[in-house]
C-alpha cells in the first residue's frame, strides 16, 4: 500500500478500517484530563474488553447462589471452553490445546517431555537475547539433569553489525549439532527486536537431526497467523495477558502436537490429567488424557480464565486473519511515518512483514530520557535496556490516528 505522511491520511485509514469499532470494545487509560493515552504497549499488558466484567461476575454470582454445585454444573469442565477458539488461534487441533497455568510454568512442564538429554544428544538450542525467564528455565533444567549450560546450552546470534537472526544460519546452527541436539526452543517473536522466526522451516531442520522443536509464543499468539499443527511443531506455550487482553497474570496455555498424545516418557503428572473417567476415582496410578490435556496438573482457574473468555469471544469473532491484515497495515504506517520523518530513528526489526508482528523496536538517539519524555507527554509503550523502545500497535484497540500522533510527538521531543 502507498501512505501518506498526513493526519488527513491517517484518518481516511480509520474511517475504511473494518475494525473500525472494535477499539470501542475496549477501556483506555486516560490522563489528568480525562483524555485517552496512546496505548502501544499491547505486547505487554493488553487493554481490557468492556465486556470483562460481565464475564466475571457470572462466575461469582454462581459461586454466591451454588458454592460447590457450581464445581459440578459448571466449573469442572470449565478450560473446555477455551479448546475450539484456542485452536483456531495457533492453527491446531482441539485436542492440541489446553489453557492452563502460567507461561514458565507450563515452559518448565513442557521441557520435563520435550528435553531429554540421553548419552551425547543433550544440547539445546535458543537465541541469545531470549526473555530472561525462558533462558533461566532452560537453565536450571540443563541443570536438573546435572549438566552445565557452558557447554550444552547454544544461544543463536546475528553476525556481526546486524540486529537479527538469518534463517539459514539457524538451520546451518541445527545441522552442524546435529546428534548432540536435544530441543530447540526459541521466543516467537522475540521479544526485544520483534522479529518473528520461520517455524515451519526451524522445526523441520530441528527433526531431520532427530531434536524436538518448540516455541514460547508469548508474543506470538494474538498477533499471529500460525498453523502449528501443519508445521508439525512438537510444542509450544504462551500467556494470555498480552496481545490476548486477558488480564494481569491470566492463565497461559499450551500446544502439543497430536502425535505426542500417547506419551509414553517422561511428565509431571497432576490429578487434573488424569483419564476424566476415572478422575474423581480417586485411584493410585495415573492413566493421563490422550490429548494436551494429559500434561494439566491442577483444575483450572476460573476467576482468571473468565476475563480470558471475553477476550476469546472477540478473537474468535473477528478471526487471526483480519487481525493480522490490519497489524500488517498499521506497522506499515507506523514503519513508513518513521523513516519519513525521523531519519535518525533506527529501526532493528526486520523490514519484511513476514518476519515482524504488530511491535517495531526502535534505537533512538538519546534513549532513556526520550521515553520518559513520550511518557510525560501520554504515550505508553516500552523501554528495554540497554536501547530500545518497543512501540505495539495493536489492530483490534488502536487506529491509524494514533500511529500518525505518536510519531509526531516523537518528532517534537527530539526536535528539542
Not at 513442557?110 to 533461566?136: C, H, M, N, V
Request: with cysteine.
Amino acid at each position: 500500500m502507498k501512505y501518506k505522511n498526513s493526519s488527513s491520511f491517517a484518518n481516511i485509514l480509520d474511517q475504511n478500517d473494518p475494525l473500525g469499532a472494535y477499539p470501542e470494545k475496549f477501556y483506555y487509560p486516560k490522563n489528568k484530563y480525562g483524555d485517552n493515552l496512546i496505548y502501544f504497549s499491547g505486547n505487554s499488558l493488553g487493554l481490557q474488553p468492556k465486556s470483562v466484567r460481565t464475564f466475571v461476575e457470572k462466575e461469582l454470582d454462581l459461586w454466591e447462589r451454588k458454592g460447590l454445585l457450581g464445581q459440578h454444573s459448571r466449573w469442572k469442565n470449565f478450560h473446555e471452553k477455551f479448546l475450539e477458539t484456542t485452536a483456531r488461534l495457533v492453527g491446531g487441533h482441539s485436542s492440541e490445546v489446553v489453557v492452563m497455568n502460567a507461561l514458565t510454568v507450563n515452559i518448565h512442564f513442557l521441557l520435563i517431555s520435550f528435553y531429554q538429554p540421553i548419552g551425547t544428544r543433550k544440547k539445546i538450542i535458543i537465541e541469545k537475547g531470549a526473555f530472561p525467564s525462558d533462558l533461566y528455565a532452560i537453565k536450571s533444567q540443563i541443570k536438573f539433569h546435572g549438566f552445565s549450560p557452558l557447554n550444552t546450552l547454544i544461544e543463536l546470534t546475528p553476525r556481526e553489525g546486524e540486529s537479527t537472526l538469518r534463517t539459514e544460519d539457524i538451520i546451518n546452527v541445527i545441522k552442524n549439532e546435529n546428534q548432540e541436539l536435544a530441543t530447540v526452543m526459541l521466543g516467537n517473536p522475540n521479544y526485544y527486536t520483534g522479529q518473528v522466526f520461520d517455524m515451519q522451516a526451524i522445526t523441520n531442520a530441528g527433526h531431520e537431526v532427530g531434536a524436538f522443536v518448540g516455541f514460547d509464543l508469548a508474543h506470538g499468539v494474538g498477533n499471529l497467523t500460525m498453523r502449528l499443527h501443519d508445521w508439525d511443531v512438537d510444542f509450544a506455550a504462551w500467556c494470555s495477558y498480552k496481545y490476548l487482553c486477558a488480564g494481569p497474570g491470566a492463565p497461559g496455555g499450551v500446544f502439543i502436537h497430536n502425535k505426542h498424545h500417547d506419551w509414553k516418557n517422561h511428565r509431571f503428572a497432576g490429578w487434573w490429567g488424569q483419564n476424566k473417567k476415572t478422575r474423581f476415582n480417586m485411584g493410585p496410578d495415573f492413566d493421563p488424557i490422550k490429548t494436551a490435556e494429559g500434561w494439566q496438573v491442577s483444575n483450572s482457574p476460573v476467576m482468571g480464565m473468565a476475563p480470558l473468555l471475553a477476550a476469546m469471544d472477540i478473537f474468535d469473532e473477528v478471526g487471526m486473519t483480519a487481525i493480522r491484515k490490519k497489524s500488517e497495515k498499521l506497522t506499515g504506517f507506523l514503519e513508513y511515518l518513521i523513516i519519513k520523518v525521523l531519519p535518525e530513528v533506527t529501526i532493528i526489526t526486520p523490514e519484511n512483514p513476514i518476519e515482524r508482528g504488530c511491535q517495531l523496536s526502535l534505537v533512538v538517539p538519546g534513549g532513556k530520557k526520550i521515553f520518559d519524555e513520550l511518557s510525560n507527554q501520554g504515550v505508553v509503550c516500552d523501554w528495554r535496556n540497554p536501547d530500545v523502545i518497543r512501540v505495539a500497535p495493536h489492530p483490534l484497540f488502536n487506529r491509524y490516528t494514533e500511529v500518525y500522533d505518536f510519531v509526531i510527538i516523537l518528532k517534537h521531543i527530539l526536535d528539542k
